[in-house]
């Protein structure tokens, strides 16, 4: 049971803060609800008796935040080369709820944005799974959405500089100096 003032995370939708908890009568049937304020001022209305049944939790504590950077700042974990079954299985980490699960997403698609971009469908899902991590880390950490963007944003490119850095250089970068040959006068 959650008490109004309670900060947690619904997931697939991120985390937000319980305003109320109402009695409502819905197609005939008398329920009580959690109305839940989420970012943007979005109000999503849960049926207390099912919130634990479709994975609502308590948001992580600062002490879980910080393992949660920790996992923005390992290389990525190993992804299906095919990208149907490897957008299934983000999809499952994200509807799992658990925060490690969808940092990992992030992370790992932030890496294959870097390396080679991403389809539509990942595009979508890498900025879902961010609003969803920023969301609850912007509770945990009592601090403000830039802030928290910023700081996941620059954990993911410091681990992919420490992880990628050396096979991208060598393998898609010009790095020995070619002379210009302009049309002047002292061309040979």
């Known amino acids: 049971m959650f008490n109004v003032g309670d900060k947690i995370v619904y997931p697939m939708h991120g985390a937000g803060t319980i305003d109320a908890i109402e009695e409502k009568d819905i197609l005939g049937q008398k329920q009580s609800y959690y109305i839940l304020k989420m970012p943007g001022e979005v109000k ?6 099912k919130a634990e ?4 939790r308590n948001i992580i504590n600062k002490e879980l935040a910080d393992k949660v950077f920790g996992v923005l700042e390992q290389d990525e974990t190993t992804m299906d080369k095919n990208w149907n079954k490897r957008y299934r299985d983000n999809m499952e980490k994200m509807k799992s709820g658990d925060i490690y699960e969808i940092a990992d997403v992030v992370r790992n698609l932030s890496f294959k944005q870097k390396e080679k971009g991403l389809s539509t469908g990942e595009k979508k899902m890498l900025n879902n799974a961010k609003q969803i991590l920023v969301s609850e880390l912007v509770l945990a950490e009592h601090a403000t959405q830039e802030e928290v963007e910023q700081l996941v944003e620059n954990k993911i490119n410091t681990s992919f500089m420490m992880f990628r850095a050396e096979e991208i250089s060598t393998e898609s970068v010009v790095n020995k100096f070619i002379p210009f040959q302009g049309t002047g006068t002292n061309d040979n």
């Open 44 to 49: 999503v209305m849960i049926p207390t008796t």
């Open 53 to 56: 049944e479709v994975g609502v």
